[in-house]
C-alpha cells in the first residue's frame, strides 16, 4: 500500500514501480475523482479510494474481493480522521510513526486484525500533546501493553470496565435528502439516507433497547454488528450492547416517493443568447413542504459552463463567488424567511465568439433544517438494563441536503 | 512535537549518526532513533545497513520498542537473511511470553519474515501455538500457517499443520474460526485439487454459528467459504440461506455482496414456485439498492456486479430503475455503468423515463458519456417496440445540435434502428444524408453507407453519395471499405443501369489495388457471383437479413453462471473468469452454479443409444467438391486480366454448388455480418466478416450436399407379419429434401401389385409427397428398391413417442399396417445456424426449466470433427469458446416446423464423455435431439 509515497508492504514487497500505472491512469482521468477504482497492470492489481483530497493505493495479487479491500482502506482512513483529528497528508507526515504502528495492528498477512477504534485505541494511544510531553519526560510509550480485552469477548466491539462518573446516551438522527429535480420543478429522483449515530459513554455493560414511534419506516436498514438482528426482525426494537464512544447505530434508506418530501423550490431562468457574449442568470429559492420548520445554512453550488467567463450578479440576501478557473459559483444564502424569498440575480459574460452552451447547469442546493426527521421517523424510549445507574439520554434529529441537484 | 522530525535529517551521515544512538545506553533515546528509522524506511529510504544496530534493541521488555524493531525486522530480513538468525532466539523466547499478546506478536512476525533458515525454527513455536490455550494466540497462528505455507509448503504439509487448521475449525471461538476458514482458503488457492475445505453438513453448521459471532472480516471469509459448498438437496440450499440473509442488512458492503453471492449461488437450487423463492427475492433488493449510496469505489464494484445479477435475475431490481439515475457530480466510471444498467432494467412500463433522462445525459459535458448515452436510445428502440418513434424523434433532435460527436452516434444506432423495424423510419433519409461531410469516424461512416446502399432505391442520388466515398477508397478503414463495396453492389443491384461504371470500378479497387485478403476476397465472390448468376447474387445480396437481436453485450450463460458464482471478486468487476487473468498459473477451480434439484432426474444421463450399431454408409455423392473448392481458392492467386473473368464451366458449377451448399455462409459474409451491428462479444470467438473463415465456412457447407448421416435400413414389417411382403427401410436427407428408402421384397408365392402407402397424422406432419411407385409387379423372392419423397406438410397430431409414424402400406392382397421411429435428424432444416446475438438472447431468454442436460459417452472425436460431423447433420456451430481447456460449442438447430433448439457441448480433451445441454422453447423434443447426437455422432 502506498499513501501518496508513504508505501507499508505485507505480504512481500513490491517495487514502488508499480504506482507507475496508478499515476499514468490519474493523468489520464484529468479529474482526481474519476480515477478509475480498480486498475489491472501486468502482474498486479490496484485498488485505490479518494478521500479528503489523498489517494489510498492498494496493490493486490491475487483474486481478493474488490469490495473487501476497498472499505478496509476506508476503514483505514476512517482511523486516521479518528486518531488525528483530520486524515490529511500533513496530519500523516506529523505521525507517520503511529501510522505505521496502525497500520500493522490492522492488517496481517492481507487479513484484517484490528478495525475497530476501540480495541486500536487500546493497543495504540492516539497522540495527544500532554501525553507526547509527558512520554518524553517519563519515557512511558504510547503503546498499550495489555492484551485487547475486546478482541477476545463475544462483544468484540466493547472493552470490559469502562467507568464514567457522569453515564449519558445521546443519538443523533441524520438524515440525507438526496433527489434530481428537472427543469420543470417535478421530482424525478428522491430518497433519503438516514443515519442514527450515537455517542454512549456507559459504564460498565450496558444492553440497551431502542424503540420507535414509527419503525415500519425503516424497511432497508443496515445495522452495526451489536445490533441483535432477530429481536428487530420480531419486535422491531433495536436491542444492543453498545460500542464505548461514538459509532454509527444503524444507517437506513427511505425511497418510497410519497415519504420522500422536498422542503425546498427554486426558481431559475439561466440563459444564453445566440450570437452575444452575455446570457442572464435569475433563480430564487423558496420554502416547499418544510414542515413548517426553518431551512437554513443553504448554499447552492453551479458549475458553469467553461465558456463563462465571469458573473455580475446581485443577491438578496447572503453573497456569492464566481471562481472563473473552475467556473464554480457559490452562493452562500443563509436561512430562507417566507416574507422575503432569497434570489440571485444578474449578468453572465460569455467568451466572445464561442458558441452558446449546449447544457444548463446543474444548481447542487445545501440546506439543513434542525429538529426534524424528514421521513418523520420518531424515537419513542430508550431503556437500558443491565446496569443500576440512571443515564442521562438524548435524541437529536436534523435533515440535510444530500446530493440535491435541480436541472436548469 | 511531532514524528515529521524524523524526516529532518536528510544530512549526510545520518546513517552513522542513527547507529551511534541506537547503541546509546538511555532507553528513549534508542526508542526514538529506532522511530527516526521507521520513518526513513516508509518513505523508502534505504536503511537496512542498521541491522544489527537495530536488531539489538529487540531484547527489551518495552512492547513499543518491540514492535517496532519487529516492523524494521520484517521489511528487511528478507535482504540480511544472515543476520536475521540472530532474532531467532528472541522469537522463540518471546512465543513462550506468558503475556499473549506477545505470543502473539512473536508469532505474527516470524511469519512475516521470508527466509528459509529462520522457517524452520518457527515450526515449534507455531505447533505450540495453534494449541495455545488463549484463543488470541490461536488465531494470530491460524494466519501464520497461510503465511508459512506460502514461503514453503511442502513444511507446512510435513509438519501436519493442514491438519490442525481442520481442526480449528471446530473451534469454539468464532474468531479462530473465521480465521481458520480464511486461511485454508488461500492455502486450497493454490491447491486446487486438494480437499482442504471438504465442507460437510456439520462443519457448515459450526461456520454459520460463527457467521453471527465473528467480526466483519470473518464473516466476509466465512460467506465466501460457504459460496463453495454445494448444498444436497434445496432444503439444506434454504436453511443455509435463511442464515445467510441477516448479512444482507450488515454495514460492511464486502459482507454484504459476500452474503449475496451465497443467495445467488443457491437460489439456483430453490424451486421458483416455493413461496421461499419469492421472499428471497424481494430481500436481494434493497441491499443491492443501499450499496449505491455508499462512497463513489464501492459503488463501482456494486454495479459491476448488479450487472451481472440483473442478466441473470432481471426480476431482483425491476422496479428499482430510479436509483441508477445518473447524477452529474457522480464520477464518470460510476455513470457508464449505470447507463448500462438502466438499459438492461429499460421495459415498457418505464421506458418514458428512461428516455427521458437519456436526453438530458445527451447534453452533457463529457464526451464519452454523452456517446454512451446517444447508443442507449437506440438501444432503447431495440430492445422496447413502443418506444422506437419516440426515441427515433429524440435522436433526431439530437442531430439538430449539430454536435459532431452525437450526430455520429446517433446514425450509427438509427442504423440498428433500420434493421429491427424495416420500412418504418425511412422518412429520416434524407435529414441523416444532410450530415453526410461531417462524419469522420470510421463506425459511422461505415453505418451511413449502409443505410444509403439499403435504401438506395429511395435515395435519388444514391449513386453520387457513394461515389464521393469512393474518391478515398484506399485511405478508409477496412470497415469502410467492406461497407462500401456491399453498398454499390447492392446499388447495381438496384439499378443496374447507371451504376455499371460505377460497381466495376469498386470491384477492381477491392481485388486489384487492395492488400487486404477480407476485402479482395469479398470483391471476388460479388464479381463471380455477379458474373455468373445475377439472380442468385440478388437473392444473396439483397436477401432478407434476420433480426438483430434486442439486448446487446450480453454475457454467454454458461460464463455468465460461473460469474455469478464470482460475485464480489476481481472476476466479477472483469467481466472475466479468473483463469483468464489470474497471476502465476495457479490453478483456479472452474465454478458452476448447482444444479435446480427439481430437474435432478433430467440431468441423469437417459439411456445411451446401444453400443456397437453398425456402421453407416455414409454416402458420398459429390466427391469432386474439394477440387472445386480449391480452384476458387486458387482464383485469389491469379489476378483477373480484365473485366469479369470468365469462369470455366467447372469453377461455374462449383460457384453455384456452393451456394447451394453453404448459402448461409454467404450471406453472412457481405449483407449483414459487415454492417457493423451492434458489437459482437469480442469473446464470441473467430472473427466474423473474414472473408477467409467464410471460405473455410464453405469447406462444411460442401459437406451439406453428401446429407446427413443415415442408418442402415431396419426391418420394418417382417413377411410373416404382411402375408409374405416383408418392408425394410430408413429415412434420408439430403439437399434439404427427405426421404423414405424402403426395400419391398416378396416372400410370398404370388406376384404382387398395386402398392399404395399412406402415413397416419404425426407430430411433424411427415407425408408421402409422392404416390409410391413400383413400376412393375413384384414376383416372389424379387426386391425392389423404392426411394419415396416425404414432405413435411401433412396433418399433424402430437404422437407418443414423438418421432413415431404409422405407416399403412395396400397391395393387391392386404392392407398391413406397422410403425416405425424415425430419427429426429431428418427434420433439421439447413437454414438452422442461428446469428450469435440471436443464439445468445434467445438462450436467455428460454426458461430455465425448459434445459436439458445429457452425458454422450464414448465419443472420440475431437471438437473440430464433432462440429462438422454436426454441420453435415445441419446442426450448427454458432461460436466455440475455450474455458479451462474445455472446449464449448453453442449450436443451434432448427426442425421443419420452425421449433430451435438450441445447444451447448461440453467437451473436455482427452475425456469421451461429452456434456450437452438442450434448451428448446418446445423442450418435448430434446430427448429426441439428443439421440439424434448420439446417432450422428457414434455412426
Redesign the interface.
Known amino acids: 500500500m502506498s499513501l501518496g509515497e508513504y508505501e507499508k508492504h505485507w505480504k512481500s514487497v513490491v517495487s514502488q514501480s508499480v504506482c507507475d500505472y496508478f499515476f499514468e491512469a490519474q493523468e489520464k482521468a484529468a479529474d482526481v475523482e474519476n480515477v478509475p477504482p480498480v486498475i489491472s497492470t501486468p502482474h498486479h492489481y490496484l485498488i485505490s479510494i479518494y478521500r479528503d483530497k489523498l489517494f489510498f493505493v492498494s496493490v493486490i495479487q491475487t483474486e481478493v474481493p474488490p469490495l473487501f479491500v476497498i472499505e478496509f482502506l476506508h476503514r483505514v482512513a476512517d482511523t486516521f480522521q479518528d486518531y488525528f483529528g483530520e486524515c490529511s497528508e500533513a496530519a500523516i507526515k506529523d505521525n507517520v510513526v503511529i501510522v505505521y504502528e496502525l497500520l500493522e495492528e490492522m492488517l496481517d498477512n492481507g487479513f484484517p486484525l484490528a478495525t475497530e477504534s476501540n480495541i486500536l485505541k487500546e493497543l495504540i494511544k492516539p497522540p495527544t500533546i500532554l501525553r507526547s510531553v509527558v512520554n518524553s519526560i517519563t519515557g512511558s510509550s504510547n503503546v498499550g501493553d495489555t492484551l485487547p480485552t475486546g478482541q477476545l469477548s463475544n462483544i468484540p466491539w466493547r472493552r470490559a470496565g469502562v467507568k464514567y462518573t457522569n453515564n449519558e446516551a445521546y443519538f443523533d438522527v441524520v438524515e440525507e435528502i438526496d433527489a434530481i429535480i428537472d427543469k420543470s420543478g417535478s421530482t424525478v429522483f428522491a430518497e433519503i439516507q438516514g443515519v442514527i449515530d450515537a455517542c454512549i459513554k456507559l459504564s460498565g455493560m450496558p444492553d440497551l433497547s431502542l424503540s420507535f414511534m414509527n419503525p415500519r419506516l425503516l424497511d432497508d436498514v443496515s445495522f452495526h454488528p451489536c445490533i441483535r438482528f432477530k429481536r428487530w426482525e420480531s419486535e422491531r426494537v433495536l436491542s444492543f450492547i453498545p460500542p464505548d464512544g461514538n459509532f454509527r447505530l444503524i444507517s437506513y434508506r427511505v425511497s418510497s416517493q410519497n415519504l420522500v418530501a422536498i422542503p425546498v423550490y427554486v426558481k431559475h431562468s439561466i440563459s444564453f443568447k445566440e450570437n452575444s457574449s452575455c446570457g442572464r442568470f435569475d433563480i430564487t429559492i423558496g420554502p416547499k413542504q418544510n414542515m413548517g420548520k426553518t431551512i437554513e445554512a443553504i448554499t447552492v453550488t453551479v458549475h458553469m459552463p467553461k465558456v463563462v467567463l465571469n458573473m455580475n450578479l446581485t443577491p438578496t440576501q447572503g453573497s456569492y463567488t464566481f471562481d472563473p478557473v473552475t467556473k464554480v459559483l457559490t452562493w452562500d444564502v443563509g436561512k430562507i424567511t417566507p416574507q422575503k424569498l432569497p434570489s440571485l440575480k444578474g449578468l453572465v459574460n460569455l467568451q466572445s465568439g464561442a458558441p452558446k452552451p449546449e447544457e444548463n447547469p446543474s444548481l447542487n442546493i445545501q440546506f439543513k433544517i434542525q429538529q426534524l426527521a424528514i421521513s418523520g421517523l420518531k424515537v419513542n424510549r430508550l431503556d437500558m438494563y443491565g446496569e443500576k445507574y440512571k443515564p442521562f439520554k438524548g435524541v437529536k434529529y436534523v435533515t440535510k441536503a444530500g446530493k440535491f441537484q435541480v436541472r436548469t | 512535537?511531532?514524528?515529521?522530525k524524523?524526516?529532518t535529517t536528510t544530512k549526510k551521515g545520518e546513517i552513522f549518526e542513527l547507529k551511534a544512538e541506537l547503541n546509546s545506553d538511555k532507553?528513549?533515546k534508542k526508542?526514538e532513533a529506532v522511530?527516526k528509522v521507521?520513518?526513513s524506511m516508509?518513505?523508502?529510504k534505504d536503511v537496512s545497513a542498521l541491522f544489527p544496530d537495530v536488531v539489538n534493541c529487540m531484547q527489551t521488555d518495552?512492547?513499543?520498542?518491540k514492535?517496532?524493531v519487529y516492523?524494521y525486522l520484517m521489511?528487511y530480513a528478507?535482504s540480511q537473511p544472515d543476520m536475521a538468525i540472530m532474532a531467532v532466539n528472541t522469537f522463540v523466547k518471546d512465543c513462550e511470553d506468558p503475556?499473549?499478546?506477545i505470543r502473539a506478536l512473536a508469532v505474527?512476525t516470524m511469519?512475516?519474515i521470508?527466509v528459509d533458515k529462520i522457517t524452520e525454527y518457527l515450526c515449534e513455536p507455531l505447533r505450540k501455538c495453534l494449541k495455545d490455550e488463549?484463543?488470541?494466540v490461536r488465531k494470530?497462528a491460524a494466519?501464520c500457517v497461510?503465511?508459512l505455507h506460502?514461503i514453503n509448503a511442502q513444511l507446512v504439509e510435513d509438519q501436519g499443520f493442514l491438519d490442525t487448521l481442520k481442526d480449528l475449525i471446530s473451534d469454539s471461538?468464532?474468531?479462530v474460526v473465521a480465521?481458520a476458514v480464511?486461511a485454508l482458503s488461500?492455502i486450497a488457492?493454490s491447491h486446487p485439487s486438494s480437499n482442504l475445505l471438504d465442507l460437510n453438513p456439520q462443519s457448515i453448521n459450526k461456520l454459520l454459528t460463527a457467521l453471527n459471532?465473528c467480526?466483519?472480516?470473518g464473516q466476509?471469509f466465512i460467506l465466501?467459504c460457504l459460496a463453495n459448498y454445494t448444498p444436497k438437496d434445496d432444503r439444506e440450499a434454504q436453511s443455509i440461506c435463511e442464515r445467510v440473509t441477516?448479512r444482507l442488512?450488515?454495514?460492511?458492503?464486502?459482507v454484504?455482496?459476500?452474503a449475496v453471492k451465497v443467495l445467488m449461488k443457491f437460489m439456483e437450487m430453490l424451486s421458483k414456485d416455493l413461496d421461499y423463492y419469492g421472499t428471497l427475492l424481494k430481500k436481494l433488493a434493497?441491499?443491492l439498492?443501499?450499496l449505491l449510496?455508499a462512497?463513489?469505489?464501492?459503488q463501482?464494484?456494486?454495479l459491476r456486479n448488479i450487472n451481472l445479477i440483473v442478466q441473470k435475475r432481471p426480476e431482483v431490481l425491476k422496479h428499482e430503475m430510479?436509483?441508477f439515475?445518473v447524477?452529474?457530480?457522480d464520477?464518470?466510471?460510476v455513470k457508464l455503468e449505470k447507463l448500462d444498467i438502466m438499459i438492461r432494467l429499460a421495459s415498457q412500463a418505464n421506458i418514458a423515463?428512461v428516455l427521458?433522462?437519456l436526453k438530458?445525459y445527451a447534453?452533457?459535458?463529457d464526451v464519452d458519456f454523452v456517446r454512451k448515452a446517444v447508443r442507449a436510445i437506440g438501444r432503447c428502440a431495440i430492445k422496447v417496440e413502443q418506444s422506437a418513434e419516440r426515441c427515433v424523434s429524440t435522436l433526431l433532435d439530437l442531430i439538430q445540435?449539430k454536435?459532431n460527436y452525437v450526430v455520429q452516434e446517433a446514425i450509427v444506432v438509427i442504423k440498428d434502428i433500420f434493421r429491427k423495424y424495416p420500412n418504418k423510419y425511412e422518412s429520416v433519409i434524407a435529414t441523416l444524408c444532410e450530415n453526410l461531410d461531417s462524419l469522420d469516424e470510421p463506425e459511422a461512416r461505415a453505418a451511413m453507407i449502409w443505410i444509403v446502399g439499403e435504401y438506395a432505391e429511395r435515395i435519388d442520388n444514391a449513386d453520387e453519395l457513394l461515389e464521393s466515398f469512393l474518391e478515398g477508397f484506399h485511405d478508409e478503414s477496412t470497415q469502410v471499405q467492406l461497407q462500401l463495396l456491399t453498398a454499390i453492389v447492392k446499388l447495381f443491384l438496384k439499378k443496374p443501369t447507371e451504376t455499371q461504371e460505377l460497381v466495376q470500378q469498386v470491384l477492381s479497387l477491392a481485388t486489384q489495388d487492395s492488400d487486404n485478403p477480407d476485402l479482395r476476397d469479398r470483391g471476388y465472390i460479388y464479381w463471380r457471383l455477379l458474373s455468373t448468376d445475377p439472380v442468385a447474387a440478388k437473392e444473396v445480396v439483397l436477401a432478407e437479413k434476420p433480426l438483430i437481436s434486442e439486448e446487446t453485450d450480453l454475457i454467454e450463460p454458461t460464463l455468465l453462471d460461473e460469474l455469478i458464482c464470482y460475485i464480489?471478486?476481481?472476476?466479477s468487476?472483469?467481466h472475466k473468469p479468473?483463469s483468464a487473468?489470474?497471476?502465476g498459473g495457479?490453478g483456479v477451480v472452474h465454478k458452476s452454479l448447482p444444479p435446480r434439484t427439481a430437474s435432478s432426474e433430467s440431468t441423469e444421463s437417459p439411456e445411451t443409444a446401444p453400443a456397437g450399431a453398425p456402421p453407416g454408409e455414409q454416402l458420398d455423392t459429390v466427391p469432386t467438391q474439394g477440387d472445386l473448392l480449391g480452384d476458387l481458392l486458387n482464383l485469389d492467386l491469379g489476378p483477373p486480366v480484365s473485366g469479369p473473368p470468365l469462369a470455366t464451366s467447372a469453377v461455374q458449377m462449383g460457384a453455384v454448388d456452393l451456394l447451394g451448399g453453404g448459402l448461409d455462409s454467404l450471406i453472412g459474409a457481405p449483407s449483414f455480418v459487415a454492417p457493423p451491428a451492434a458489437a459482437v462479444p469480442a469473446n464470441l470467438g473467430a472473427p466474423m466478416g473474414s472473408g477467409l473463415s467464410d471460405l473455410f465456412d464453405l469447406t462444411s457447407g460442401v459437406g451439406t450436399l453428401s446429407g446427413s448421416y443415415v442408418a442402415p435400413k431396419a426391418v420394418w414389417l417382417p413377411a410373416m407379419k404382411a402375408k409374405g411382403l416383408e418392408i425394410s427401410g430408413t429415412f434420408t436427407r439430403q439437399a434439404g429434401s427427405i426421404s423414405m428408402d424402403l426395400q419391398l421384397t416378396n416372400k410370398a408365392l404370388q406376384v404382387m401389385t398395386d402398392f399404395a402407402i399412406q402415413f397416419n397424422r404425426n407430430s411433424f406432419g411427415l407425408a408421402p409427397a409422392a404416390p409410391l411407385q413400383v413400376h412393375a409387379p413384384l414376383s416372389p423372392t424379387q426386391t425392389v428398391e423404392i426411394s419415396l419423397p416425404l414432405s413435411t406438410a401433412g396433418s399433424v397430431m402430437k404422437t407418443e413417442p414423438l418421432n413415431s409414424l404409422q405407416v399403412a402400406v395396400k397391395n393387391n392382397i392386404d392392407v398391413f399396417y406397422f410403425s416405425t421411429l424415425y430419427p429426429l435428424h431428418i427434420l433439421f432444416v439447413e437454414d438452422g445456424k442461428m446469428d450469435r446475438q440471436v443464439f445468445l438472447a434467445t438462450w436467455k431468454d428460454i426458461p430455465n426449466e425448459n434445459e436439458a442436460q445429457f452425458q454422450i459417452r464414448d465419443c472420440p472425436l475431437n471438437a473440430e470433427a464433432v462440429s462438422s460431423r454436426l454441420q453435415s447433420s445441419s446442426i450448427f456451430t454458432v461460436a466455440r469458446r475455450n474455458v479451462e481447456g474445455q472446449d464449448m460449442l453453442y449450436q443451434s438447430l432448427k426442425l421443419t416446423n420452425g421449433i430451435w433448439v438450441l445447444a451447448e457441448l461440453r467437451i473436455q480433451p482427452g475425456n469421451p464423455s461429452f456434456t450437452l445441454s438442450l434448451k428448446c422453447r418446445a423442450p418435448e423434443v430434446s430427448q429426441h435431439v439428443y439421440q439424434a447426437y448420439e446417432t450422428i455422432l457414434k455412426n
Open positions: 512535537m511531532t514524528d515529521s524524523y524526516f532507553k528513549e526508542k522511530k521507521i520513518a516508509t518513505v523508502g518495552n512492547l513499543e520498542l514492535k517496532l516492523l521489511n528478507k503475556n499473549p499478546l505474527r511469519g512475516c521470508r488463549d484463543p488470541y494470530t494466519v497461510a503465511k506460502d471461538n468464532p474468531m480465521n480464511a488461500e488457492e459471532e467480526t466483519e472480516w466476509i465466501d441477516p442488512s450488515h454495514a460492511n458492503s464486502a454484504v455482496l459476500s434493497p441491499p439498492v443501499t449510496s462512497e463513489p469505489e464501492l463501482y464494484v456494486a430510479k436509483v439515475f447524477k452529474y457530480n464520477p464518470i466510471y423515463q427521458a433522462e438530458e447534453t452533457e459535458v445540435t454536435v464480489g471478486t476481481l472476476a468487476v472483469y479468473p487473468f489470474v497471476e495457479r
